[in-house]
């Protein structure tokens, strides 16, 4: 089983910056693709940020240019960068990891939420 911790987010300005983590835990084989989502209330969970292991990023386009998805392998740890934040990047945070745990015998697939980090930029 993967446990995720998140940390980093708080209450900020508009124009200030943040800096998620999300830092897995657990028999990890390896780690496929990294994405970040938030949802805001009464609102659906979005993709803002994916990262593959090959590198290929994904945002969505109203982080574009702000925010900055990035892993350390060695630490099994997501980040995100988040810059230039506007109220409307008001939101709970949630990182996803898919990867592949082991065992003695066997490779089986995973994918794990953290906990949620609220991110709230004040006007």
């Known amino acids: 089983q993967v446990q995720l911790v998140e940390s980093g987010g708080g209450l900020v300005q508009a124009g200030g910056s943040l800096r998620l983590s999300c830092a897995a835990s657990?028999?990890?084989?390896?780690?496929?693709?990294m994405g970040w989502y938030r949802q805001a209330p009464g609102k659906q969970r979005e993709l803002v940020a994916s990262l593959t292991t090959g590198g290929i990023t994904n945002y969505a386009h109203s982080v574009k240019g702000r925010f900055t998805i990035s892993r350390d392998n060695a630490k099994n740890t997501v980040y995100l960068q988040m810059n230039s934040l506007k109220p409307e990047d008001t939101a709970v945070y949630y990182c996803?990891?898919?990867?592949?745990?082991?065992?003695?015998?066997?490779?089986?697939?995973?994918?794990?939420w953290g906990q949620g980090t609220q991110v709230t930029v004040s006007s």
């Open positions: 996803n990891l898919r990867g592949y745990t082991t065992t003695t015998t066997s490779l089986d697939p995973f994918a794990s």
């Open positions: 657990g028999s990890i084989f390896s780690i496929n693709t």
